[in-house]
């Protein structure tokens, strides 16, 4: 076991420092993780920890707490946001006392939930994020109605995309999005062609923004066919390619089906409305928001473990604040050794 847990965390660090060193933090909106983690970091890492130990001891096996999290990608975006560093602050502050697991242990068990959840490579190591198997996306294909009109594809994707880091900010992306493949469709739609899917599993968060007025589904998947390219998807779900995408793309489909002309114009509408909404917040402001946006996807988790997501959130919120009056918010940094940063066995925090 022990082997195991080694291997399993190597791979993990491989995984996010290949997708980190590709980012610039300095270019996350509207606040970077360097400002906003280190304030409530330990407070989520420490109620996740609890909460995961309350649901072992009610009998819950790892895949049915795997189940609580909206998306893979969103257990793994709670892996490199607060639960790591978080654990390791507790650790070297002494906050808890770690009394079921050590933070290594508890991380390795964190991951091979995450392995039940996603069995084929779920720290993408291959670039792959097969969030589904290959048995599960033929099945779907074969139901869809599929369209060769792709020019105005991009430009929604684009409209989408901005709602969602609009909605979630660019730290929480995961939130509202899963970007699934790349899956070999050659079978299917002729030599050399590639399937990605973009699934929007959020869209209309009005637990978060009560005010935002959807005009389209709160879930919806788009299904692009690429001819001659070889994409990869990353840990921060960016997506890497030798040529640009838009060139070789040569089919869509949307599920629910849906005139994609509309979607663009309903949602570019409304992400230009929540930007400027969150561009005229105060930092403090931002700051709030954002915790309370990290807390939203583990509402599942926390009720199950019998907390309101929306009561652990006002705890990192008060901690947050009391964080505030001693240390200011830390401006984003250029450089950062992310394998040092969460990697459980070291004592690196920052």
Not at 102 to 113: D, I, N, R
Not at 273 to 286: F, S
Request: hydrophobic fraction near 40%; aromatic fraction near 10%.
């Amino acid at each position: 076991m022990r082997g195991e847990c080694e291997s399993s965390i190597n791979e993990f660090l491989d995984s996010i420092e290949r997708a980190f060193s590709r980012v610039d933090e300095r270019a996350f909106w509207p606040v970077s993780g360097s400002e906003l983690f280190p304030l409530y970091s330990e407070v989520q890492a420490m109620q996740v920890y609890r909460g995961f130990e309350e649901l072992v001891e009610r009998g819950a096996t790892l895949r049915e707490i795997a189940q609580l999290f909206p998306t893979p990608s969103v257990m793994r975006q709670l892996l490199t946001s607060t639960l790591v560093v978080g654990l390791k602050v507790a650790r070297k502050y002494r906050l808890m006392n770690f009394t079921k697991w050590g933070v290594e242990e508890f991380v390795c068990l964190f991951l091979q939930a995450l392995r039940e959840r996603q069995p084929r490579d779920p720290l993408l190591t291959t670039g792959k994020n097969h969030v589904w198997s290959e048995g599960e996306v033929r099945e779907m294909i074969a139901e869809l109605e599929w369209s060769r009109e792709v020019r105005a594809v991009p430009k929604a994707v684009v409209a989408l995309d901005s709602l969602v880091w609009a909605l979630y900010f660019d730290l929480f992306v995961a939130n509202g999005l899963e970007i699934a493949g790349p899956y070999d469709v050659s079978d299917t739609f002729g030599p050399d062609r590639t399937l990605l899917i973009r699934e929007y599993h959020d869209l209309a968060p009005l637990e978060l923004w009560p005010d935002l007025k959807p005009k389209w589904p709160g879930k919806l998947r788009i299904y692009l066919v690429y001819r001659g390219v070889q994409p990869e998807v990353d840990w921060l779900l960016h997506i890497h390619t030798s040529t640009p995408l838009g060139a070789a793309l040569e089919l869509y489909a949307v599920d629910p089906p849906l005139d994609i002309n509309s979607l663009r114009e309903a949602t570019a509408e409304a992400a230009y409305r929540q930007t400027t909404k969150v561009a005229a917040m105060g930092k403090l402001e931002q700051l709030r928001k954002g915790v309370e946006i990290s807390y939203y996807p583990l509402r599942n988790f926390f009720e199950a473990s019998g907390e309101s997501w929306r009561t652990a959130a006002l705890k990192a919120v008060a901690g947050l604040e009391e964080h505030l009056h001693l240390v200011p918010p830390q401006p984003a940094k250029t450089t950062r050794s992310y394998r040092s940063l969460f990697d459980p066995r070291t004592e690196t925090i920052e």
